[in-house]
């Protein structure tokens, strides 16, 4: 289950369901702002991921319930399969308006910035140019964010 900041689950909070109408079973995100958009869990241990962005704090990390069980989903089972969790970047603004050099999936909540893997475990950027870049571990992410539902486009620059 997924916590506010202080650790404590918030009783406002509610399970969600996924674009069919699943119910996202384990995972419990904060109560959805006007627009629909729930931030994601900042720094949270053993999720699979680390948060990054600009602005930091994840003032730019808010999605949809379902663009959150998707993240949540690829944490845990990048989780059990890896020892170096991956980098959720930009997403949207709280309020859902444009964000620099962003496209319409970064205001509706369903654009994910996530950065390739590395083979030195570090948690910065890397191009898929620099020596630093891990292309297997980078395929098995793209698989793992398949296979928990993620859309069939990915661009890692």
Do not use: C
């Not at 949207?92 to 950065?115: A, E, F, K, V």
């Amino acid at each position: 289950m997924w916590r506010d900041i202080d650790g404590q689950p918030n009783p406002a909070d509610g399970d969600y369901t996924d674009a069919d109408g699943i119910p996202i079973e384990g995972i419990t995100v904060t109560t959805p702002r006007e627009h629909g958009l729930v931030q994601l869990p900042q720094n949270l241990p053993n999720s699979g991921f680390y948060n990054y962005g600009t602005p930091g704090n994840g003032a730019a990390q808010y999605g949809l319930p379902a663009t959150m069980g998707f993240l949540g989903a690829a944490g845990t089972q990048w989780n059990a399969e890896r020892n170096v969790p991956f980098g959720v970047g930009n997403m949207s603004l709280s309020d859902g308006s444009p964000y620099d050099n962003h496209g319409p999936d970064h205001m509706n909540g369903t654009g994910i910035d996530i950065r390739p893997i590395r083979n030195d475990g570090k948690q910065a950027g890397v191009s898929y140019k620099d020596p630093a870049y891990d292309r297997a571990a980078t395929q098995q992410l793209v698989d793992t964010l398949h296979a928990t539902g993620g859309r069939r486009s990915h661009l890692f620059q």
